[in-house]
């Protein structure tokens, strides 16, 4: 029940083109969603979050979509540029209780955006 | 400038050996994190800690051990239990209460 499965493993995108990754969920406790990217060699960073109170939020290229009836949540990245080209992770994390903090990751997407 | 610094960058490790991987953080954070990365399974963690003199295992701390002594300080040791260590180790903090966590660049462990 603590699991979140993503999707795709990898994935391949012109130079301008959208890439769309998913996310899904089983534990309806869950109130926080974030999104973090990660470069060869260096730790995952923060990219944008979303909370179940909404249903989409965007900053700059990139959107998280969020369907809670569904349990599903998903990242666009608009107009995606070679330097996008990286590993995203999607999380999510029940901000309440004492297991407030705890992320737990999906697998994992590599994502290649060509020139 | 504010950070979480890991080191060493690169360690190695020989068979029935105990390693300690480092954490530091000067971002005045309350909770760290360890996590384990392996290909195409994402981050799993292994200790946390909300406060000083304080830790509780996460979903993999079979064959790890940690300290927290210091509010900046939070040192991962893998032990010779730890049948499959290669993996890259990454340290996160974060406020209490807070879900934002702010990583590392990690530390990649090899057995020689």
């Known amino acids: 029940q603590q699991q979140v499965k993503q999707s795709p493993q990898s994935l391949i995108v012109q130079k301008g083109g959208i890439s769309i990754i998913n996310c899904a969920y089983e534990?309806?406790?869950?109130?926080?969603f974030p999104w973090y990217q990660q470069f060869p060699g260096k730790g995952p960073a923060l990219l944008i979050a979303?909370?179940?109170?909404?249903s989409e939020k965007k900053e700059g290229r990139f959107t998280i979509s969020f369907n809670k009836s569904a349990k599903q949540f998903s990242l666009h990245i608009m107009d995606s540029q070679p330097g996008d080209s990286a590993t995203y992770f999607c999380a999510a994390s029940n901000a309440g209780g004492t297991s407030y903090g705890k992320l737990t990751f999906g697998q994992g997407t590599i994502l290649t955006v060509h020139p | 400038d504010g950070g979480i610094t890991q080191s060493p960058k690169y360690l190695f490790r020989k068979e029935g050996q105990n390693v300690t991987l480092s954490c530091e953080q000067n971002l005045n954070h309350d909770a760290m994190y360890w996590y384990r990365q392996d290909p195409g399974q994402g981050l799993r963690l292994i200790y946390y800690?909300?406060?000083?003199?304080?830790?509780q295992k996460g979903d993999i701390a079979e064959g790890y051990s940690v300290s927290r002594e210091k509010k900046e300080s939070f040192p991962l040791t893998v032990t010779s239990a730890q049948k499959n260590p290669t993996a890259f180790y990454l340290c996160?903090?974060?406020?209490?209460?807070?879900?934002?966590?702010?990583f590392g660049d990690g530390t990649r462990l090899s057995i020689l």
């Open positions: 534990n309806t406790a869950f109130d926080y």
């Open positions: 800690s909300q406060i000083v003199n304080d830790f």
């Open positions: 996160a903090s974060s406020f209490q209460g807070s879900t934002a966590q702010h």
């Open positions: 979303i909370r179940p109170d909404v």
